[in-house]
């Protein structure tokens, strides 16, 4: 019996020495530890997967508590690895517990036998939810040839990724610019390019296969936006040159040698043409719907007829009033004129409120994912302003952007991490100060992820469910 | 043990297996040595990482390529990849022997077990041919043969989950599995159980389709060979052992004598056709690439100009080495001619991206056009995956490019590897190497200068304007004008020459100078140049030898000089 008692006794204590007890720390640090990705002072929405980090401190040990602001913490973690990885079960409930509120990570690190603590890093949940999907296309991030890639759709909620349409089910064909109304699955479109090519267009479940090409323009349609009653598509139709640089830290500018806008109307299956958004004189191209759809914005330039460099083509934004019942177009409008200044526009999106709208600013041109120059920019509708973001821009490049269906959250490509691969980045935004919150990678299972996947994210956005039926896109 | 109590077949089967293990690797490690190379290059590496293995998941037969791009890893050392691969190959065929003896207890006395495996070494003496072929394989015949130890009464009931499994694992190769179990059934005078399978097999391929979402001819040709006629004839090769040992065998003669002959004659026949089928399969201009790309990675460049030398044929790819070749050994102004230029000035570059495009770097890399070497390589990475020399290069690229982030994922990657993280300190310490100078000057440029909006011509005058000490550009220049039969241009730019030192021009340039002093005079006349006594010589008596049209003489002679390549060469 004294036997068994023991042997009791003796495993409880193996297992309570198993369990992570809180560490009293030798020494404080008044600093903040390293971490990567970078998770500090971030707004996370309460649906989000949790974010695995790395510690980026060499030590023996590691320990981590995570909890919420002035309590016991709800996580701890010991680890001899840096590499953090969250239970998502206990992150579901810190996260259903923090709303509204912040939340702390504090890293403690074991070094000859010394434990250190570093102070707490802070972030933030956020009352409101992103949308549960984002959408991207997985591609190396190359210049003419292609052979693998894919266009995906990722729960952020957890790190659950499937395909949507990956190339090799048609021909190995280019599969891009996936695009939704009202960020919903019911209604949107890809294009795939090749020999079983065409734009396929889903409305209500059902797809249908378009050829959105005009007349003596030989390139289909290119930069899709669904206006918001989903009857209607608008679209760029682009010719573009590749020109490699010579020397410098870009490598390939992209230039649309003509550009012209259309409106695809699915009801009548009958593309609308106007000379005020296309013709010889402009190039215009990435069209965005205003949420009542009787506005497109858009972005022009000069023709390159008019321009002897590369570097002198210049996008300003612009604006055309269209009447979904009529089909007729209104007057051009010129929104906002950056040409002036050396600058060029490119991806205006419209908040779902109507009150701002986003867009990308770069030195030349219009294919701002090559240009580390390019940053975001926020043009409140209302008052005119403009203003560069810089509470989510980097040194390097900020393009492609989506706002959530709610406009409280938004996505964009950013190749800060190293310059050339581009990651989804989210920000919460507060629709009455206009101002954003400090990005935050998407959160992967394994933290270094990013370090080691070669792929790029292209053009993310964010839809509120799962798009059901993939098979449509076969 | 004594010998006489050895049993006549284990050992003649064993014998036979190291013998083939022997022979192959003899094979492998030499005349079909460019095969274990061709894999290793090109096949993406291996990576110890979840993502990539996560890939592998993605599509029919992908644990299949994991498993076989695991084994294609150990090919970075040569001999261990030609002991791998012949031991893959023989493995066949004596588990085949193992798993009939162990089904039917007699032995494949006919030794008809070999003939997979004749076929399998046929078809790998051409680059071609995955690996992942005799890997499914053999993963068949290793499961079938545990399968084969378990209690009959519990192989009714594994053999359909274990069936599925291995479908899921190596896909449609997994019919050899079924065909095992079908001689086992049937030898049970069970038939009901194979016709199940057989049927399940059919509707895994349609759920592998549907569930990967890719077309039947994918799901048909995952882990075998793209032809499907190669792999049906694989498979019907199996049938000869099976016939050998339930009726063949019977007839076998039974005297030592007899026996002994026979299987001295069989040993014989199998060697031959073996032989025949290395020989049927294989491609001498695979062989011939083989020796010159791995010379142009190990910079073995006076290799390169020896069998170039030797060469009988014309081959542009062949031409670009030789001329990289002859710029890194320092005697592209002596030697040009030396060597068949029927391409003209093309060969300096490959302009046929289609079909080498993996070797388009290397050019521009040597001058100094890192951007545009980052590109191709890049490109070679998109079309042939993330294969070794593709991630070396972009990561070298990458660092002279001054893209060190960049450049480390590259490093990241090859750092999961098992043999190619030694790489990353080499890499790391480029631009530290004072031999990297080409393109440092570079930055300055005004950036909207497009590389592929230029031509060659132009572009090689871009660099020698902005690096008038990178050799190769002016060397190249000069060679493109020479190729060209751009005389005037050649002329008027040899003053670039003062940027190296040299004593006395190069008999080559000193020819073209004969033709410029001929057609220019007075421009010759402000060159700081002379033509030496014994070029004007040689001219004169080259001049003599076209007069009098005597051309076999003029070929003798004169046929590595640039007035013979002048006159005298039609372009490819």
């Known amino acids: 019996m004294k036997k068994v008692i023991y042997l009791i006794i003796y495993s409880l204590g193996f297992l309570l020495s198993c369990s992570n007890h809180r560490i009293e720390p030798d020494f404080e640090q008044i600093e903040v530890p390293r971490i990567f990705p970078d998770y500090t002072n971030v707004v996370f929405p309460p649906n989000i997967a949790p974010p695995n980090f790395a510690v980026e401190e060499k030590a023996d040990l590691y320990y981590v508590e995570i909890g919420l602001r002035d309590e016991k913490p709800e996580i701890q973690i010991k680890s001899k690895n840096p590499e953090i990885i969250i239970p998502t079960r206990k992150w579901k409930n810190l996260l259903a517990k923090a709303k509204g509120n912040d939340i702390y990570f504090t890293v403690y690190i074991k070094k000859d036998d010394k434990w250190t603590k570093f102070a707490p890093i802070k972030n933030s949940i956020s009352d409101e939810e992103i949308d549960s999907h984002l959408v991207y296309r997985l591609i190396y991030p190359g210049y003419s040839l292609w052979k693998q890639m894919g266009i995906y759709q990722r729960d952020i909620t957890s790190y659950r990724q499937t395909a949507v349409i990956e190339n090799k089910t048609v021909g190995l064909g280019c599969v891009n610019c996936h695009n939704f109304a009202n960020n919903s699955p019911e209604t949107m479109l890809l294009h795939i390019r090749g020999e079983q090519g065409g734009t396929v267009i889903v409305r209500d479940g059902k797809s249908t296969k378009v050829d959105m090409k005009v007349e003596d323009i030989t390139s289909r349609g290119t930069y899709p936006a669904w206006h918001p009653s989903g009857n209607f598509i608008a679209f760029s139709i682009n010719e573009i040159g590749q020109f490699f640089h010579v020397s410098g830290q870009k490598p390939i500018e992209v230039v649309d040698r003509v550009s012209d806008l259309a409106i695809y109307d699915c009801e009548n299956d009958e593309i609308l043409m106007d000379s005020k958004i296309s013709g010889k004189d402009f190039l215009e191209t990435f069209p965005n719907w205003s949420p009542d759809g009787k506005e497109l914005y858009f972005c022009r330039a000069d023709s390159l007829r008019n321009v002897y460099a590369l570097d002198s083509i210049y996008y300003d934004l612009y604006k055309i009033g269209f009447n979904p019942d009529t089909k007729e177009f209104g007057d051009t409008v010129c929104v906002l004129k950056v040409s002036d200044k050396n600058k060029s526009i490119s991806f205006p999106r419209v908040s779902p409120d109507g009150n701002y709208l986003m867009f990308v600013v770069s030195d030349y041109g219009n294919f701002s994912i090559w240009h580390p120059e390019s940053d975001l920019y926020l043009l409140n509708l209302s008052t005119n302003e403009v203003r560069r973001m810089d509470e989510v821009n980097s040194n390097d490049v900020e393009s492609y952007h989506t706002w959530s269906s709610s406009g409280k959250w938004f996505v964009f490509s950013s190749k800060r991490m190293d310059g050339l691969w581009a990651r989804p980045y989210f920000a919460y935004f507060d629709s009455e100060t206009g101002m954003a919150s400090k990005p935050f990678v998407l959160p992967q299972k394994d933290p270094y992820f990013y370090d080691k996947f070669t792929k790029t994210f292209n053009i993310p956005e964010l839809i509120t469910e799962p798009i059901k039926n993939t098979r449509v896109f076969k | ?572």
């Open chain 2, 1 to 572: 043990m004594k010998l006489a109590n050895l049993k006549l077949y284990p050992v003649i089967y064993y014998l036979a297996f190291i013998l083939f293990i022997v022979l192959l690797t003899g094979l492998f490690n030499g005349g079909l040595s460019h095969i274990i190379y061709r894999h290793e290059q090109y096949t993406p590496v291996f990576r110890f990482s979840s993502i990539y293995f996560s890939e592998f998941l993605a599509f029919p037969a992908g644990l299949l390529d994991y498993v076989s791009a695991f084994v294609i890893q150990f090919f970075y050392y040569p001999l261990l990849g030609a002991i791998i691969l012949s031991l893959l190959i023989a493995l066949v065929f004596i588990l085949n022997v193992k798993i009939l003896h162990k089904i039917s207890g007699n032995y494949d006395k006919f030794l008809l077990s070999a003939l997979p495996a004749l076929f399998l070494l046929m078809q790998y003496s051409s680059i071609d041919f995955p690996i992942s072929v005799v890997v499914g394989i053999i993963i068949n015949q290793l499961l079938f043969l545990l399968f084969s130890y378990i209690p009959d009464y519990l192989k009714n009931y594994l053999f359909l989950i274990l069936f599925i499994i291995l479908f899921y694992i190596i896909g449609v190769s997994s019919f050899l599995f079924l065909f095992y179990f079908t001689v086992y059934s049937l030898q049970n005078k069970k038939i009901i159980l194979p016709l199940t399978g057989v049927a399940i097999f059919g509707i895994l391929i349609f759920i592998s389709a549907y569930f990967y979402r890719v077309p039947l001819n994918q799901v048909l040709t995952a882990g075998l060979s793209k032809n499907s006629t190669e792999s049906i004839l694989l498979l019907l090769l199996f049938l000869p052992s099976v016939l050998s040992v339930y009726f063949l065998s019977n007839y076998f003669p039974k005297k030592k004598i007899t026996t002994a002959v026979v299987l001295i004659l069989l040993g014989t026949i199998y060697i031959l056709a073996g032989f025949w089928g290395v020989v049927k399969k294989f491609t001498f201009s695979d062989r011939l690439y083989y020796h010159f790309s791995n010379a142009v990675d190990e910079n073995r460049w006076n290799d390169i100009l020896m069998r170039a030398s030797k060469l009988k044929k014309d081959d542009e790819l062949i031409a670009y080495f030789t001329n990289l070749a002859l710029f890194h050994t320092g005697v592209m102004k002596d030697k040009l001619f030396d060597y068949p230029q029927n391409y003209g000035s093309s060969s300096l570059f490959l302009f046929s991206p289609a079909n080498k495009i993996e070797y388009l770097d290397l050019a521009w890399y040597g001058l100094g056009f890192y951007n545009y070497a980052t590109q191709w390589a890049f490109e070679s990475m998109v079309r042939f995956g993330e294969t070794a020399p593709a991630l070396i290069k972009l990561a070298k690229y990458n660092m002279l490019n001054k893209k060190p982030l960049v450049a480390q994922k590259y490093m990241n990657v090859l750092d999961e590897t098992l043999f190619y993280a030694s790489h990353i300190d080499e890499i790391k310490h480029i631009i530290n190497d004072d031999s990297f100078t080409s393109g440092r000057s570079l930055d300055s440029l005004d950036f909207n200068l497009f590389i592929n909006n230029m031509g060659v011509h132009e572009q090689l005058l871009l660099m020698s304007n902005y690096e008038p000490e990178n050799k190769m550009a002016f060397e190249y220049l000069m060679s493109y004008y020479l190729l060209n039969r751009q005389i005037k241009s050649f002329g008027d730019n040899l003053w670039r020459i003062k940027a190296f030192p040299l004593d006395k021009l190069s008999g080559i340039y000193e020819q073209a100078l004969v033709i410029y002093e001929t057609l220019y005079p007075e421009e010759f006349e402000q060159l700081d140049w002379n033509i030496s006594d014994n070029t004007r010589k040689m001219y004169a008596q080259y001049s003599e030898l076209l007069d009098n049209k005597n051309y076999r003489d003029l070929k003798r002679l004169f046929g590595k000089t640039y007035w013979y390549y002048a006159h005298f060469t039609n372009f490819l």
